[in-house]
Structure formats: structure tokens, C-alpha cells
């Protein structure tokens, strides 16, 4: 039987007329793209200033049962197994989706902009939302004594709306099935100077433009040329996975310290968890009882860039790229990549989401979405 898989993706740097997000279907046993479409854009890319990722392209991906759904930055759109689409699900909450995972209840969705984990039903009713700034435990835990909630009553899809708000404390960009529970990738968690700094300017800011005058912008990093566009490095940050239990029990499970990129995904395999090292170019599994790693593969590119992954069988993961856009089949068990699979990206295309299709999904005639 053909195996198929899911495979989204965001050109990074895309210019505002430029598309900027890409869905295919892999064939693995085959090694090939079988199907194409165009993510549908945003429809706040005009008003985006970000020069890297912001509100553009495809991100994540899930199925459940005879449903897939497949995120654009605001936006979840439910395709059934003939992959027409079936629905499409907004929320004011869901500004910078990443990651997204479906079951029988409806669909977690990770807001980057609005720093949630937000669910919604099948029918996009919201029925809960995560906080992690009201913990204060797990908060000293990654370095803060207080932070401001998030703003709830903002359209965070808009990004004006939020331009001069530090709503993304903690990139908070991956979401995966935990017993008992979810993962939660908390990709960048800024370190309270950058936070505080950030917050004082956007204070400003929004006077400045109550009397008229222009607003002040945040000095970036002096970014690489168009081919090697990665993101704009910030010092001292904490990449962390933490785990939201049924009972509303939060437990923080692993961080990792002096970051300055934001770390991708994450799974759950028995004692491991494994996520992506953006920081290191590599996927890592580490003992949840040792923290310890046991197991890493270096993803190769420049920039490699890694994001994007999905367990295959035992310890074999597949896992993405940038330049070159590419899927690699690894064994975190042995340690060593195992396979190759280019998938004919543009410059600065980057793998964003990977999702097995269940076997009710065939090679679709015309995909469009």
C-alpha cells in the first residue's frame, strides 16, 4: 500500500505579490512529490512587517479519523478524504497559528501572537485556552518572576493590531499527543530584559502615534543574504516542553538554555522526547528521567533550519529542511540519517508541517485549497 504523507511549507522572505506557502503530498515509498497546491495567503499579508515569516505560508498540519486539517496563519481549514474542503474555522485568537493537533473534541491550535494554546470545537466554538503566563511556577521556572496576560479582547490575526504588544513571549509553536495529555513546545521564551525593553518601546510607540508621530522600530540583526534567511538572533532566551495534563496539571519536562532562535515540534516515544534543535541544526531525543540526550542527527543545509516532524516507525523520524527544502529520513536509535528526499523547493523555502495521511487518502486529481 502507498504511504502518503502530508508536507506544508512557508517561503521565508516571499515578497507581498510572491506566494508563500506551498502543500504537497510525498509519497515515501516512491521518494516523490505527487501532488502540489498553493496555500491560500493570509488575509493580513499586506499588513505584515515581518521580512522573515510572519503571517505567510502553510504551517501546521493533523488528521483525525477521515479529517485533515491544514493551518494558514489564521486560519484552519478541514478538507474530508476526497479532499474537498469541508469547513474553515477562524478565531480572533488564532494569530501566528504554528502547529496545530486534531482530536475527537475539535483542534488545539498553538497561537504564536496571541502566546496561547487555544482548542476550539468542530464547529470553531473556543472551549478552552492555555496561559502560560498565569503559572507562576512554571514561570520562575523559565526565568520570570511576572508577566502582563495576553490581551484577549485584540484580534491577534491582525498585526497591526499587536505591532506595539509583546504578545509572542514564548513562540509558543508545537503541540503533540502526550499520555494523558499534550506536548507543548515553548520555542523561544525571551529572558525578562529583552521582554521588559520590548514592552517600554511599545508603550512609547503607542503614544507616539496617539500625537502623531512616527513610531520607533526595533533594530533587527543585520540579516544574511536572500538565500540564507534563518531569523533574528536574540541572546539568552529558553527553548522548553511542557506538559499540559487532562486534569490541568502543568508540568515543565525539559528546557534548554542560552537559545537564540526559536527550537521546533516536538514527540513523545516512550521515555523520549524528541523535538527539533534549530539552534544546532539537529533533531535531539533526550530521557525525560536522565534529561539527558540519547540520541542526535545533525539535518544538513545552510541553513538547515530544522522544522518540521513526524515519527515514522520505532526510532525513525522524518524531519525537514530549508536550503534545500528537503524531508530526511532519520534513526535517532542509530544515529544516523538514513535517507534523502528533495522536494523541489524555491529559494528560502522552508518545511514547515509533516503528517502521515490515513489510507483513505488517495493522490488527489486537482488539489486546491
Given amino acids: 500500500m502507498t504511504e502518503l504523507w502530508l508536507v506544508t511549507s512557508v517561503v521565508r522572505q516571499a515578497g507581498r505579490?510572491?506566494?508563500?506557502?506551498?502543500?504537497?503530498?510525498?509519497?515515501?515509498?516512491?521518494g516523490k512529490v505527487v501532488a502540489r497546491a498553493l496555500m491560500r495567503e493570509s488575509e493580513f499579508r499586506d499588513k505584515e512587517s515581518n521580512p522573515r515569516g510572519g503571517v505567510r505560508g502553510a504551517r501546521g498540519a493533523s488528521v483525525w479519523n477521515d479529517r485533515l486539517v491544514i493551518a494558514?496563519?489564521?486560519?484552519l481549514i478541514v478538507l474530508d478524504s476526497s479532499w474537498n474542503v469541508v469547513r474553515e474555522l477562524t478565531h480572533p485568537l488564532f494569530g501566528g497559528i504554528h502547529d496545530i493537533l486534531a482530536d475527537d473534541a475539535g483542534i488545539w491550535v498553538t497561537s504564536t501572537a496571541a502566546d496561547l494554546v487555544v482548542r476550539v470545537d468542530w464547529s470553531g466554538r473556543l472551549i478552552d485556552k492555555w496561559d502560560w503566563r498565569a503559572d507562576r511556577r512554571l514561570l520562575r521556572?523559565?526565568?520570570?518572576?511576572w508577566l502582563p496576560r495576553p490581551l484577549?479582547?485584540?484580534?491577534?490575526?491582525?498585526?497591526?493590531l499587536t505591532r506595539e504588544l509583546v504578545t509572542n513571549a514564548a513562540?509558543?509553536?508545537?503541540?503533540?499527543p502526550s499520555a494523558g495529555g499534550v506536548l507543548v513546545s515553548l520555542g523561544r521564551v525571551l529572558p525578562p530584559a529583552t521582554f521588559a525593553r520590548r514592552r517600554v518601546r511599545g508603550i512609547k510607540n503607542q503614544l507616539r502615534r496617539r500625537i502623531g508621530a512616527a513610531p520607533k522600530s526595533e533594530p533587527h540583526a543585520a540579516e544574511p543574504k536572500k538565500t540564507k534567511v534563518v531569523g533574528a538572533p536574540i541572546p539568552n532566551c529558553r527553548a522548553a516542553i511542557v506538559?499540559?495534563?487532562?486534569?490541568?496539571?502543568?508540568?515543565?519536562?525539559?528546557?534548554?538554555?542560552?537559545?537564540?532562535?526559536?527550537?521546533?515540534?516536538?514527540?513523545?516515544?516512550?521515555?523520549?522526547?524528541v523535538f527539533n534543535d534549530t539552534n544546532h541544526n539537529r533533531t535531539t531525543a533526550v530521557s525525560r528521567a536522565t534529561q539527558q540526550v540519547v540520541g542526535s542527527v545533525a539535518i544538513p543545509g545552510d541553513p538547515a533550519f530544522a522544522r518540521g516532524l513526524a515519527h515514522v516507525s520505532e526510532r525513525r523520524f522524518l524531519v525537514g529542511s530549508q536550503e534545500p527544502a528537503a524531508l530526511y529520513e532519520l534513526d535517532l536509535g542509530q544515529q544516523r540519517l538514513i535517507r534523502t528526499h528533495d522536494i523541489g523547493g524555491m529559494p528560502n523555502e522552508c518545511v514547515y508541517g509533516i503528517v502521515r495521511l490515513p489510507a483513505a487518502f488517495g493522490v488527489p486529481a486537482n488539489l486546491q485549497l
Avoid: K, M
Avoid at 141 to 145: A, I
Fill in 152 to 160: 484577549g479582547e485584540v484580534d491577534h490575526r491582525d498585526p497591526e
Fill in 171 to 176: 513562540h509558543i509553536n508545537g503541540i503533540a
Fill in 141 to 145: 521556572e523559565l526565568g520570570h518572576l
Fill in 243 to 273: 506538559r499540559l495534563a487532562r486534569d490541568g496539571a502543568v508540568d515543565l519536562l525539559y528546557q534548554q538554555r542560552s537559545t537564540t532562535v526559536p527550537n521546533h515540534n516536538v514527540c513523545e516515544l516512550d521515555d523520549w522526547l
Fill in 17 to 30: 505579490d510572491d506566494a508563500s506557502g506551498l502543500v504537497r503530498v510525498f509519497d515515501r515509498d516512491a
Fill in 72 to 75: 494558514n496563519s489564521e486560519r
